[in-house]
């Protein structure tokens, strides 16, 4: 305030040129920085996605699955989060499957504090073979998620903030062989906020091999959605899998 009133003092004692070069200079650093400001936002990134999972058939025809996972950003120089996922999925019949998990998840984030979360998920599959050796998968997912949940989801008496979120996913397999099964995918995200319109927020897309049913090693790309400086990402994921 001080320095705002300093500047209008000054502005007011010059002569016309020197007003003139003077708010020339103002626009000048003012524009520097909020352009330095904008740079903050690291619109292109490279990370690493590495876990493990462990699955098994508890009765005939539920499957449980547990995985651990952490994710660097910061051209993989920075964890970005880590998280366990516990998931079970009951087969309906050969074309449709419905899953549900829960998932806690330490997320660092960019810039922002660190969050504690919890995040639960249904899911509803359909997957047809369409030719010899290619089968189509479609996943509709509903997710909810607990921002810096405790116990019971609740803290300091107060329920805790929540996001949620609807995403859709396409992926095609394609049999090559006994050891390789290559895999391509797509997957668009819309949010769900409080006092927001719901809204597409990124798109990610996946493509991967499962090498002897054991590693999935893939590539993947996600891109923002409607902002102005949207941010891109590309990463490394793999997977090693455990069956019983």
Same mark, same amino acid.
């Given at each position: 305030m001080f320095i705002v009133m300093g500047l209008m003092r000054k502005y007011c004692s010059l002569n016309s040129m020197n007003k003139i070069l003077f708010l020339l200079i103002f626009n000048f650093l003012l524009s520097n920085n909020i352009a330095w400001c904008q740079e903050i936002k690291v619109v292109r990134d490279f990370g690493v996605w590495a876990?493990? $999972?462990?699955?098994?058939?508890?009765?005939?025809? &539920? %499957?449980? /699955? *547990?995985?651990?996972? =952490? !994710? @660097?950003?910061?051209?993989?120089?920075? *964890?970005?989060?880590? *998280?366990?996922?516990? !998931? *079970?999925?009951?087969?309906?019949? /050969?074309? #449709?499957?419905?899953?549900s998990n829960i998932r806690y998840i330490h997320n660092i984030k960019r810039l922002e504090r660190t969050e504690n979360n919890i995040r639960c998920n249904i899911d509803i599959e359909y997957q047809k073979k369409v030719y010899q050796n290619i089968k189509i998968r479609y996943r509709l997912r509903y997710q909810q998620e607990f921002i810096n949940a405790h116990l019971f989801f609740f803290r300091n008496g107060q329920q805790t903030v929540? +996001?949620?979120?609807?995403? %859709?996913? &396409?992926?095609? =397999?394609?049999?090559?062989? @006994?050891?390789? +099964?290559?895999? @391509?995918?797509?997957?668009?995200? !819309? &949010?769900?906020?409080?006092?927001?319109?719901?809204? #597409? $927020?990124?798109? !990610?897309?996946?493509?991967?091999?499962?090498?002897? %049913?054991?590693?999935? =090693?893939?590539?993947?790309?996600?891109k923002e959605i409607g902002s102005n400086h949207p941010y891109s990402f590309i990463f490394f994921k793999t997977i090693y899998r455990m069956k019983r």
């Open positions: 876990g493990i $999972s462990f699955e098994k058939k508890v009765f005939t025809d &539920l %499957n449980f /699955k *547990l995985e651990h996972q =952490f !994710r @660097t950003f910061s051209n993989a120089s920075k *964890l970005d989060d880590y *998280l366990f996922d516990a !998931r *079970l999925k009951y087969p309906i019949n /050969k074309h #449709f499957i419905l899953g929540t +996001n949620s979120a609807i995403r %859709n996913k &396409l992926k095609l =397999f394609f049999k090559y062989n @006994t050891r390789n +099964n290559i895999y @391509t995918s797509i997957e668009i995200f !819309r &949010l769900i906020q409080v006092f927001r319109e719901p809204y #597409f $927020s990124k798109i !990610r897309l996946f493509i991967g091999n499962q090498f002897n %049913n054991k590693f999935d =090693f893939s590539i993947g790309f996600e």
